[in-house]
């Protein structure tokens, strides 16, 4: 699913974020990517979802090259990655129902199939009675399963979660993974970059450890562990 062979990403202010780094993803896999700030796992991502492009080495994702991938292949490719933010992403003046459906409308889905699938994924969030609700409307725990219908309503080969628990009280947050484990259960990948401690230790997925841009640790049934 994703290879990244000796890749290396140096900003232009010289900055090294990733340093000759090899990893290999599965499909149907479910990887924490865990690490200190500055660790280079935002980076890691950026390279997957192609906002950057790496310095040096090759980036695979579902058998193609994202470097040598033309501009006009690349919003195909990001069709089949789902991405789910700390800070939720809702369009603030859009229902639940309405973001979800946006996802959708800007791949040229017709309304009449809109209709028929967003209640369907809302309903496999736990949202069935709440898509008519704005943003400001809802809990944060609410707001993440949005954002989690939203990244699934397209069938991605792909989840990227990116600190999906960093504002949602430990009750909330199990809810959440647990909705991420079903969702890995039906065969998609997911990815999730984490600083807690807790969800990692307790749900002994393989975990890659990332410091000053290198893989220092990649163990299945992992634990979070600080990386000096």
């Not at 699938?117 to 809802?138: A, C, F, R, T, Y």
Request: aromatic share 6%; glycine share 8%.
């Amino acid at each position: 699913m994703i290879q990244f062979y000796n890749v290396s990403k140096v900003y232009d202010n010289g900055v090294k974020a990733v340093s000759d780094l090899t990893l290999h993803i599965k499909k149907g896999e479910f990887v924490f990517l865990v690490g200190a700030s500055g660790a280079g796992k935002s980076t890691l991502i950026k390279l997957i979802f192609r906002e950057e492009l790496p310095t040096r080495g090759q980036v695979m994702f579902n058998g193609k090259n994202i470097i040598r991938m033309k501009n006009r292949e690349v919003p195909h490719m990001r069709r089949k990655i789902g991405m789910v933010f700390q800070d939720f992403r809702l369009l603030s003046q859009k229902t639940a129902a309405e973001n979800v459906a946006f996802a959708l409308e800007i791949t040229g889905t017709s309304g009449k199939e809109i209709k028929r699938i967003v209640p369907e994924v809302l309903e496999q969030v736990g949202l069935k009675d709440k898509g008519n609700l704005l943003p400001n409307q809802m809990s944060g725990g609410e707001q993440q399963r949005v954002c989690i219908a939203r990244a699934i309503v397209n069938n991605p080969l792909l989840i990227i979660a990116d600190e999906p628990t960093g504002n949602l009280d430990p009750g909330t947050s199990w809810e959440i993974m647990k909705l991420f484990q079903d969702i890995n259960r039906r065969g998609t990948t997911i990815l999730m970059a984490t600083h807690d401690s807790e969800i990692v230790d307790n749900m002994k997925k393989r975990v890659i450890a990332l410091s000053n841009g290198c893989v220092v640790r990649d163990e299945e049934s992992g634990v979070y562990r600080c990386e000096l």
